[in-house]
Structure formats: C-alpha cells, structure tokens
C-alpha cells in the first residue's frame, strides 16, 4: 500500500517538474502525501527530504496544521529557508508565520538564513496587522514605467517568467518615475497595441485605476473583489507608490476563513481555539458557552414557573409549550443567519438597515399568521378546547413578531457596539424567543382560559 502511494507521488512529482501534464497539481501530491502519512510516517518522513524544494514549499502549505508542525520539526532551519526562498513573498510570509506559531526560536533562525533582500520582504509583510490589506499582498508583480514602450515591457516579462520570477500575471502595472501607481492595463487590451508605443501614450481614463491601500481592512477589499470581479488589485502606500498585488486566490482564503469563523461563531465555538489539539483547551471554550447558555435556559424555566399553576390546571400546556419556542427558536435563526450574511457582505449600510428589520418582520408576521391558523386548528382538534386554539395562535404570532424583530436587532446592534455580529447571537436571540413565547403562551393561557 505505502510504496503505491510513493509510486504515485513520484510519478505525479515527475510529470509536474516536466510540465507534461498540466492537469497535475500540488494538491493531488499533497493528498497522496497525507495518505502516505496515516500509513507509514517514516516513509513519510523520508518522502518529506528527498521532494524538490520548490514542490516541497507549496506542498506544505496545504497539508493540515498537525503535519505541517511536524515537518517544521523534522526539516530543520536549513531546509526550511530553502523552501521559504522558493514561494511567493505572501505565501513565504504565511510560511515563517506557521512556523513562529510552533517555534518562535526556529522561525527567527529560518529568517536569518534568508537573503537580505527576502528577509526584509517577509519581514514587512508580518508587520501589518492580520486584518490589513498589506498582511495579504506579495510584491512579485508586472510593472511598467510609464516611459516605457510595450514592446520593452514584454521583453522584460518573457525575461521574468522565463527566471520563474513571477506567475499568474493579467496585468501591466503602470507607475511615474517616483513608482506612484498610474493605472493598470489588461494583457489582453495591451496586445493590441504596438510594441513602439508607450504606456504613458496608451494610459487613459478608461483603464483599470482601481486599488487599495496597505493598511485597508481585509474584508473591504474582498468587497471590491466582489464589486469588480477583479483577479488581482494594486496595493499602494500613502503616497500611492505601489507596494505589491493581492491576487483572488488570497482572497478566496479569506472568504474561506471568513465563512468558517462565522459558522462556529454562530455556535457559539471559538474557531482558534477548535484548531488546538489539546483537548481540554477545546472543551474549556465549549463549556464556557454552554454555561452561558445553561443561565439562559434557566431564565426561561423561571418564566415557567411563574405560571405553574396554569400549568397544574390545564396540562395540554405542557405538551404545546414547546412548539411555540421551538417555532419562534427556528424563525429567529433563519432571520438572525440571512441578516449576519447581509452584514458579512456590506449590504446592510445605514438606510438598508431600517428597511432589513422591516423585511424581516413582515415575514415573520406573514408566516406567524400562517402558522397560527395551522397549529390553532390542531390544538383545538387535539384538546377540544376551543379558546385553547385561540392562545396559542395569538402566542405563535406574538413570538414569530419578536424573533424576526431581534433576529435583525441584536446582530445589528452588536455590529454597531464594534462586535462581531456572529457572536453570541443565537445565544442571546434564543433566550428571547423562549422568553416571549413561555411568556406569551402561558400568560395568555392565564388570562383566557382561567
């Protein structure tokens, strides 16, 4: 089994390195390489120190973070310099941050074996801030002066890509004698120039001037991404000289991460801390929010108890309670996801938020009256209790009505109190659909039918 798998990974190693079959790609070798691991790890091990370097740096980058550390270990600061010399700046920053996560020590060491001109690269890179532009960018990229004829600049790329000094290139990247972003041209628009002509001559209005800055949030350049439908962005300074690219694959990560944060925060999971193999550090956030949740569950069994003679009188209660907080749980979730995305997305701004909250309660009014109808018609059928029907259809719109309102409420208000509108809001909207709806059932319960 094990040699199958190695005789795989050379074959597929080989055709890569020789460009004979394009369809191979560094993430089949990879798969191959974390089967390879669960089989035989010193086989592994020693499939790890004879891969090709420039294989080996962007295979590692795709292995799970348990192999990752692992081969961090194994490799040495040597190897592990060699390996950050052979990727693009952005992944090679992304490398040495893995590899201080696991090692502070041994990332120093790899960084002190770089070039000079790499090291101080990378060590730019880092400096921003996770959540900033310039964390995200690399600077291999195509640029031209504005000076300079097409003709010349082509040269230059064939010199570039035959070098493997640069890839996936779309644009030309046209800058001043002072490398102060003029505008960007698409290769396919500057084929159809001739190569005398220059780009200073060429640049007009109608070409591509769209940027950003290095210290710009993240997740606002995924919006121009998305605004655009752009494949790569200038990134620029305060002076508008040009620093680097983000490129859409970068931003396909960040999506990525983006979506996963949200759905463990919705969870009420801490996704950094899912990411830890230590067990009891991934139970302790856990527990931290199913103690939070037990508080709120006992709020609402206080509310029942308030009306345990009701209950005592008439027992059908007991047995409808749980769909109008299950019904009004279900409701305020569907709002409570719809609108966090809207937020994710940047479609919620000012007006739009007024015009969301009303949205979703006349939905939630819409399909209170629906359901009303629907389950005051059963628990007349069930309990041949006429006004019972009617509690609890009064209680379904009432409970409907407050999740679609806070389903839209809280996320926002979190948002504007500098939260992420991800967290804790289920947790918070499902107190008050429990609430509401032990509240208004039982007390109306209360009033009509005793």
Do not use: C
Not at 166 to 194: M, W
Not at 323 to 330: D, L, Q, R, Y
């Amino acid at each position: 089994m094990s040699e199958n798998i190695l005789e795989s990974i050379n074959n597929r190693v080989a055709l890569f390195n020789e460009g004979i079959d394009e369809s191979v790609h560094i993430y089949e070798i990879a798969s191959l390489l974390k089967t390879l691991h669960d089989d035989d790890e010193e086989l592994y091990a020693q499939t790890l120190e004879t891969l090709p370097h420039e294989i080996l740096a962007e295979v590692l980058l795709e292995m799970p973070q348990q192999h990752m550390e692992e081969a961090y270990e194994q490799l040495g600061a040597e190897h592990l310099a060699s390996l950050a010399s052979e990727l693009d700046t952005d992944d090679a920053a992304d490398f040495i941050q893995n590899i201080e996560e696991v090692n502070e020590e041994l990332a120093e060491e790899v960084l002190s074996k770089l070039s000079d001109d790499d090291r101080a690269t990378i060590e730019t890179l880092i400096s921003y801030e996770d959540n900033e532009a310039g964390a995200y960018m690399q600077t291999e990229l195509f640029e031209a002066r504005a000076e300079e004829s097409v003709g010349e600049s082509i040269k230059r790329l064939r010199a570039m890509k035959a070098d493997e000094l640069i890839d996936n290139v779309h644009q030309a990247f046209v800058v001043d004698k002072h490398r102060r972003l003029i505008g960007a041209i698409l290769l396919e628009d500057l084929i159809l120039h001739e190569s005398h002509e220059l780009y200073g001559d060429i640049l007009h209005d109608g070409h591509n001037t769209i940027h950003v800055h290095a210290h710009d949030d993240i997740y606002d350049v995924v919006e121009v991404f998305a605004n655009y439908n752009l494949n790569t962005l200038a990134v620029v300074d305060e002076n508008q000289i040009l620093l680097g690219r983000i490129t859409a694959d970068d931003i396909h990560d960040v999506m990525e991460e983006r979506a996963t944060e949200q759905i463990y925060h919705m969870a009420g999971v801490n996704d950094e801390a899912e990411q830890d193999e230590e067990f009891w550090s991934i139970g302790k956030t856990r527990a931290i929010w199913l103690g939070i949740n037990l508080l709120t569950a006992i709020a609402a069994s206080v509310v029942i108890g308030m009306f345990d003679a009701t209950l005592e009188a008439i027992v059908a209660l007991a047995i409808l309670m749980p769909i109008v907080a299950s019904m009004g749980g279900n409701a305020g979730t569907q709002t409570l996801t719809v609108t966090v995305r809207k937020i994710a997305l940047g479609e919620i701004e000012g007006k739009e938020a007024y015009a969301t909250v009303k949205r979703e309660v006349l939905l939630a009014l819409f399909n209170g009256f629906v359901f009303a109808i629907l389950i005051g018609a059963v628990a007349y059928l069930w309990f041949k209790i006429p006004l019972l029907g009617l509690v609890i259809a009064l209680s379904m719109i009432i409970n409907l009505f407050f999740a679609g309102f806070f389903g839209t409420i809280i996320p926002l208000g979190l948002r504007r109190a500098g939260i992420d509108p991800a967290i804790g809001s289920t947790v918070i909207l499902t107190t008050v659909t429990d609430v509401v709806g032990f509240l208004s059932f039982l007390g109306l319960a209360t009033i009509i039918l005793l």
